[in-house]
């Protein structure tokens, strides 16, 4: 029966060198939009080192599924045949998994309800990828079928880890020892997800990679969009009559944003993107795997920690009952140049990995940033944020002068490309209008 509605719907269809991402990609990715927004939401709840080290674990495993599900959607076209309805199912169990992130970590004497949710949903989404790529490549493929076996370990595992860690810690009557046993589990469980995609990657292509990096240009995008987020939940506009001081952090909060966004998909970015697609074979894979799926975290967790920092700052200027001259307090301000700094360090290990070449203005960035956090916690918190602004506005500014020229030949080839590209599609879609009225398309798009 299965398999009459598998034909009924349509069976999956292959990715081809060329593709894009579909539209129903990036309907899944609203999930991980929710998924972004609670862990930021849980950690700004309270600030501490444990809560970051929560958060920061959350996020790699929750990353993790996403670079599963990335490679999956290298192999099939997800919004095709009955892929769409096993991949609903996906979203469903991700959800859950956002859902019950909040008492991932509570404490383990008052029940295990919420780690145990997150545990199943995480292995619903896992068994969700491994059935697709079962039954579009490995059920007729003996390669394909040894390859799909080297990673059930560590979804097996993986699986079993996360029940462990849901489990076992409310059955230690000292919550120390019941804590440090729930954060070493979780910890097992990212060094084996990240540890066997290191080594357990043989044989693995990737056919699209044009598809690949737009995949990872989006889903950075989506994480840049937490910090706007966070910049109007702390400005708190809508709770409050708005004023000067608010209106001002929240420009500055858009403006390093956008100086952030710039600074990857200026040059960086775009560059990247035609070195992936100069490599062919091993070399390709290897790219894709080091600097997409392993150096976009980094960039991802840099995003949060500073969108914490943004939303505490920012709440502190908006609020009434905090002078505008007061220094900021607590870890907004650490937590905001820190995140920056994480982000840029990222990035250059991602411009190192594809292009070979390392930007010294970002060296410098991301040292002026260590030394101004000193200075940044005695400023009033209006003054940080413009501090921080100045910075990363003065990086963007800095390497358009630089880099000049090359940034110009770049842009310019990316334009040939993209009005190759559109021509190409204009002459196909011309047919469509020949179809419908019998006419002949004009020379040039025949």
């Known amino acids: 029966m299965g398999g009459n509605r598998r034909r009924r719907l349509g069976p999956a269809v292959a990715i081809a060198p060329g593709a894009r991402v579909d539209r129903f990609e990036i309907f899944f990715d609203l999930v991980f939009v929710f998924s972004f927004f609670i862990i930021t939401r849980a950690t700004a709840a309270e600030i501490t080192s ?4 929560h958060a920061m674990l959350v996020l790699a495993v929750l990353w993790w599924a996403w670079v599963v599900h990335s490679v999956v959607a290298t192999r099939i076209r997800l919004g095709q045949g009955f892929v769409p309805v096993l991949m609903v199912v996906g979203m469903a169990a991700l959800f859950c998994f956002a859902l019950a992130l909040p008492q991932a970590f509570d404490d383990p004497r008052e029940g295990s309800a919420g780690p145990v949710i997150v545990a199943v949903s995480y292995v619903v989404i896992r068994s969700v990828h491994m059935l697709l790529l079962y039954l579009y490549a490995a059920r007729e493929s003996p390669e394909e079928r040894r390859q799909l076996l080297r990673f059930a370990p560590e979804v097996v595992l993986s699986t079993l880890l996360l029940l462990a860690a849901a489990l076992i810690p409310s059955l230690i009557n000292d919550l120390g020892w ?9 910890v097992a469980v990212v060094l084996l997800q990240y540890g066997t995609g290191l080594f357990g990657t043989e044989g693995w292509a990737v056919p699209s990679a044009e598809h690949w990096t737009e995949r990872y ?19 708190n ?10 209106i001002a952090a929240a420009v500055l909060g858009i403006f390093f944003t956008a100086a952030l966004w710039w600074a990857h998909y200026d040059v960086i970015g775009p560059a990247a993107r035609i070195a992936l697609h100069a490599a062919k074979g091993r070399p390709r894979a290897t790219m894709a795997r080091d600097a997409f799926a392993y150096l976009y975290l980094p960039m991802i967790a840099g995003i949060i920690l500073f969108a914490l920092g943004s939303e505490e700052i920012v709440r502190e200027i908006a609020s009434p009952d905090v002078p505008v001259g007061e220094a900021a307090h607590g870890p907004a301000v650490p937590l905001l140049f820190s995140g920056v700094a994480c982000y840029l360090c990222g990035n250059m290990l991602f411009q190192f990995r594809t292009l070979r070449t390392l930007s010294w203005t970002r060296v410098a960035a991301v040292v002026v940033l260590a030394a101004c956090i000193p200075v940044g916690v005695r400023l009033p918190g209006l003054a940080a944020m413009g501090l921080l602004t100045a910075i990363c506005v003065g990086l963007v500014a800095a390497e358009v002068i630089i880099m000049a020229e090359g940034r110009q030949a770049l842009h310019d080839e990316v334009i040939r490309e993209r009005d190759s590209h559109e021509a190409s599609e204009a002459a196909w879609r011309a047919r469509w209008r020949e179809n419908a009225s019998g006419e002949q398309p004009p020379p040039g798009q025949r």
């Open 237 to 246: 506009l809508l709770g409050q009559p708005p004023t000067w001081p608010a």
């Open 50 to 53: 444990s809560s970051l080290l």
């Open 217 to 235: 240009d989006l889903i950075l995008i989506i994480a840049l969009g937490e910090s706007v987020i966070s910049v109007g939940v702390g400005s």
């Open 178 to 186: 019941a804590t440090l046993t729930r954060n070493g589990l979780w």
